[in-house]
């Protein structure tokens, strides 16, 4: 029971890799927090998870995250670990990005994740440990992954900077790069087509050395090793679960 009487909170936790991952939390012991969009899968994530609470909030939304932050600290004072997972993909060529495209991932894979770490900090001390979603995106060229592989890099850069800023606190932070995980956030790509999909998906498989896509449990389990006591020694790491793809290519 790695997280026994840990207050957790996972900012996009109501799917997915985060649905996972906060499972995984409390099946060790935690008291979860988690945020979604969803009102619907909030509320169904929080029935799958003893004693845990959902809040709905985008994490875009700055104040929205701050208020989040503020009824944690109000039900338990505190949040020992952070699971920043909250984001979105975005495939368009270069000549096809549109501004606003540019704008929703950017606000929500970079900024909003920034800003989450900055709310969060506050009601955090010394011993705290932070994970952070990143991707293999922001270190290979995939073409028409322009926009999510800069916000994914910025993030990359960002959060290794704060991670030397937090050390002295006390505070360890880490990223977890996924690859080709098969979660919803394949099929919620803006601009491409059910075929288009089910063809991308294809191409993955066909590119990871273990031949096969990813799953959220894997993730959790990266999550948790970082997120706990048996990584006490690693911060400003980075690890990728991507059966390969990236450092075998």
């Excluded at 989040?68 to 495939?91: P, Q």
Aim: negative net charge; proline residues 3%; aromatic residues 6%.
């Amino acid at each position: 029971m790695r997280f026994e009487n840990k207050i957790v909170l996972v900012l996009g936790g109501n799917s997915g890799m985060g649905l996972a991952t906060a499972k995984a939390f409390a099946a060790e012991g935690a008291k979860v927090h988690l945020t979604g969009r969803d009102q619907a899968t909030i509320d169904a994530a929080v029935a799958s998870i003893p004693g845990s609470k959902g809040y709905r909030s985008d994490i875009s939304d700055i104040d929205s995250t701050e208020e989040i932050v503020a009824k944690v600290e109000a039900e338990d004072g505190r949040v020992d670990v952070l699971y920043i997972n909250a984001g979105v993909g975005g495939f368009a060529p270069l000549r096809g990005i549109t501004e606003e495209a540019w704008d929703h991932v950017h606000s929500i894979n970079l900024k909003g994740c920034v800003f989450a770490l900055q709310k969060a900090l506050r009601i955090m001390g010394k011993g705290g440990s932070i994970v952070v979603t990143g991707s293999i995106g922001a270190h290979g060229a995939l073409e028409g992954n322009g926009a999510y592989a800069a916000a994914k890099g910025g993030l990359y850069m960002a959060m290794k900077v704060f991670a030397k800023e937090l050390v002295k606190e006390g505070i360890r932070l880490n990223m977890v790069s996924p690859g080709p995980i098969d979660t919803p956030l394949l099929y919620r790509n803006p601009g491409m087509t059910e075929e288009q999909v089910a063809g991308l998906k294809e191409m993955m498989i066909a590119n990871i050395p273990m031949h096969r896509m990813g799953e959220s449990d894997e993730v959790a389990k990266a999550v948790l090793f970082l997120a706990s006591d048996d990584a006490s020694f690693i911060t400003a790491a980075n690890l990728f679960v991507d059966g390969g793809l990236l450092e075998l290519r």
